[in-house]
């Protein structure tokens, strides 16, 4: 009777299969992975599919960093390896898509290009130059460079017109349009420092147009200087022309005196501070 029940029990409860096992990548060679990389393509297996994929892309990510850094090395230093890296990633990706071996085609050359081809196009999406601009500043920079190697010294003006076969304006005009900048932020650290005490670009911008406090302080302890033992007329010709800017006939009609004797007096005191302060040939009061 308890034979029957067991029995019985078996055949409700039927044995279940064994489970498949997926196969660990890591044991196999790239070589290997592509096989079943395109045995699952060829049977549509999304989930293996998927799983294949993303190991060739780690397996493949040397060689995506190797062409960022190559790239990286003549671009200006607002950009980051990683968005480089990251953009080679998208080539890499649409190389493995796209990939057809019964063409008999390595799968490193042909993912070079596609790794390389997609950092540039980003590149390109992010200037704000037109590449139309880049190319002119290209060529005329290589007919630059090879002329100057060949005479030894930097062409003339007709020299580079000749060899680019332009005429002079024509140059005039593609130099111009060719000198376009490149940008830069002025959040991006002066240093290498990732602190809080790290400088910005912008904390050290020079304003141009800004007072210099201490080359206004050397201004006037230097025009006191020279004109305390000067006269109270002849003080007030030398800071109304030098401080204020009026000229000699304006100051000639404060003064009620001609033009002709403000120039007189104004020619006095320059030579006596001259003398005084023993100047040489070149500054700013010959």
């Known amino acids: 009777m308890v034979k029957k029940k067991i029995a019985e029990a078996e055949v409700k409860e039927p044995k279940k299969s064994a489970k498949k096992t ?5 044991t196999l060679q790239t070589e290997q992975i592509w096989e079943l990389y395109h045995a699952a393509r060829a049977k549509k297996n999304t989930t ?40 080679g990633n998208f080539g890499l990706m649409d190389a493995i898509r796209g990939f057809e071996p019964e063409r ?19 590149l390109r999406s992010q200037d704000w130059v037109p590449r139309l601009v880049r190319l002119k500043a290209s060529k005329i920079d290589r007919a630059l460079q090879k002329l100057t190697g060949e005479y030894g010294r930097e062409p003339t003006h007709a020299e580079l017109a000749e060899a680019l076969k332009m005429d002079h304006g024509e ?3 593609e130099m111009e349009g060719a000198s376009a900048k490149a940008m830069f932020s002025l959040s991006e650290k002066w240093d290498d420092r990732d602190d809080e005490s790290a400088v ?85 009061l010959q």
């Open 48 to 87: 293996e599919l998927e799983r294949l994929r993303n190991s060739l892309l780690e397996r493949h990510q040397p060689l995506v960093r190797y062409i960022a850094e190559r790239l990286l090395q003549t671009l200006p230093k607002s950009i980051e390896l990683d968005d480089l890296m990251s953009w």
């Open 200 to 284: 910005e670009k912008v904390d050290v911008l020079e304003d141009r147009r800004a007072v210099d406090p201490v080359g206004e302080l050397h201004k006037r302890d230097m025009m006191l200087y020279m004109t305390k033992s000067l006269s109270h007329k002849e003080r007030f010709i030398i800071e109304q022309y030098y401080q204020v800017g009026h000229t000699m006939r304006e100051i000639g009609e404060m003064l009620a005196l001609t033009e002709s004797r403000v120039c007189q007096i104004h020619s006095n005191v320059i030579a006596r501070m001259k003398d005084m302060l023993g100047q040489k040939d070149g500054t700013l």
């Open 171 to 173: 140059l005039i005009a």
């Open 22 to 26: 997926e196969v660990d990548l890591t």
């Open 104 to 122: 008999n085609i390595k799968f490193k050359t042909y993912c070079t290009t596609r790794i390389r081809g997609a950092i540039l196009d980003q």
